[in-house]
């Protein structure tokens, strides 16, 4: 299922060539130009450039030689800048300790200079950051944050915004009317006009359906994502096409419809394909590869996942290696590999821990008990073996609980 996370922007396969264009005019003026700070502000905009089509290492480069140049100019506003610029090429590696450290250089900079603006988005990029690593109550706090002071500032189209990333947030936690209101409220923001053209407005039909969904309310959910679905075909948007759908694609998996269901999640991987989006391709393999979990296709599931596991590889995104890796095992554990599937539990859960995701690392502690306690089972186990599994199950089922009540705790406060 695809969130549309409105503070993340999204690629088109039209746009590349623009912004190569735009990246060769940038380098051209830098050139030519003096070491001053409107030179950290161009290398400021080719980071972000980089950033958009994916080449994180350039990206970071040109943000680190910013932040070198502002503080040799002391240049608080370029310092501020490149912070940030890191912090979200951080993000799209999903190495949210890294990003949360250089938005927090950010966030002092801009404190000390007193940049409402500044401030204001640098508490709804920690929000975003939390959100990866599951952290919900430091998500929604830094979101409430960022929305108190858009108010403020009166500045309406931010606070649409917002408003429609804690509706994410609150989806995830379960609060689905919490989540629908907040949906409702970034809609509310938006004129008649807006919604015509706004990417905003779809995002949120979407949303509102991704919500009915997780409430099982399958033909609600259907309504709004097909309502998307039109608005994405009246604008000709294809990114937003192939999203709606995968979400389409996922109700019909739910409801049990499995022909419709792969109907339409191959045309959104076909959509895909034809604009080069890899981490769409992915989720597409990914959304296949349940389908055909659900149909008991397991050779074939594992052909899906494993696809998209090299894809999330290649692209470097650690977080959805690690969810590959989850799905990996489940599939290995059914046809019993279970040497695989340790493997791959032990892979998801080391990816878990080392990008600071709270939620996938206790998926993993989960996954890693239920298969020593099956292990432990088997037969043509020695005792001595049967008792290491579940020792070893024990122990992880332990990490699972502990996880679990301090999650609940925390959802409390």
Same mark, same amino acid.
């Given at each position: 299922?695809? *969130? ?46 980089? *950033? ?57 900079? *801009? ?83 807006? *919604? ?218």
């Amino acid at each position: 299922m695809i *969130r549309v996370c409105v503070f993340i922007l999204m690629l088109y396969a039209s746009g590349c060539i623009a912004q190569n264009k735009a990246i060769d005019s940038l380098i051209n003026i830098l050139n030519s130009g003096k070491q001053d700070t409107v030179r950290v502000l161009r290398l400021c905009s080719l980071c972000s450039e980089y *950033r958009s089509i994916g080449q994180y290492d350039n990206a970071l480069a040109h943000a680190k030689q910013a932040y070198q140049l502002s503080g040799q100019l002391k240049f608080n506003h370029g310092l501020a800048r490149s912070s940030s610029n890191m912090a979200n090429v951080y993000y799209k590696q999903a190495n949210y300790p890294l990003a949360l450290k250089s938005h927090f250089e950010a966030l002092k900079i *801009r404190q000390e200079t007193n940049d409402k603006w500044g401030m204001a988005e640098t508490y709804h990029n920690l929000g975003a950051v939390y959100e990866k690593m599951s952290d919900y109550p430091k998500a929604l706090e830094s979101y409430s944050t960022s929305l108190d002071m858009h108010l403020k500032l009166g500045d309406q189209d931010n606070i649409t915004k917002t408003y429609s990333s804690m509706g994410i947030v609150y989806e995830k936690q379960g609060k689905y009317n919490k989540a629908l209101e907040c949906f409702s409220l970034s809609i509310a923001g938006l004129s008649e006009k807006e *919604r015509e053209n706004s990417s905003l407005y779809s995002a949120d039909l979407m949303n509102i359906g991704n919500t009915y969904i997780q409430q099982g309310n399958y033909e609600e959910a259907l309504k709004y994502e097909q309502s998307s679905l039109e608005m994405e075909r009246k604008k000709g948007n294809k990114q937003g096409i192939a999203d709606a759908y995968s979400n389409i694609g996922v109700i019909y998996e739910k409801q049990g419809k499995y022909s419709n269901a792969k109907k339409n999640h191959n045309n959104s991987l076909d959509i895909k394909k034809d604009l080069g989006d890899k981490q769409g391709i992915a989720s597409s393999y990914n959304n296949l590869a349940i389908l055909e979990k659900k149909k008991g296709d397991y050779p074939e599931a594992l052909k899906m996942q494993f696809a998209a596991l090299a894809i999330y590889q290649e692209i470097g995104d650690k977080e959805n290696i690690a969810i590959s890796n989850c799905n990996l095992g489940l599939l290995q554990a059914i046809l019993k590999k279970f040497k695989d599937a340790e493997r791959c539990f032990d892979k998801a859960l080391k990816l878990s821990l080392e990008i600071g995701s709270k939620s996938l690392v206790t998926i993993s502690y989960r996954n890693l008990a239920s298969l020593y306690n099956e292990m432990s089972t088997l037969k043509g186990v020695s005792l001595k073996e049967s008792n290491s599994y579940q020792l070893k199950a024990l122990e992880f089922f332990k990490q699972y609980t502990a996880d679990m009540e301090a999650i609940n705790k925390r959802e409390e406060e």
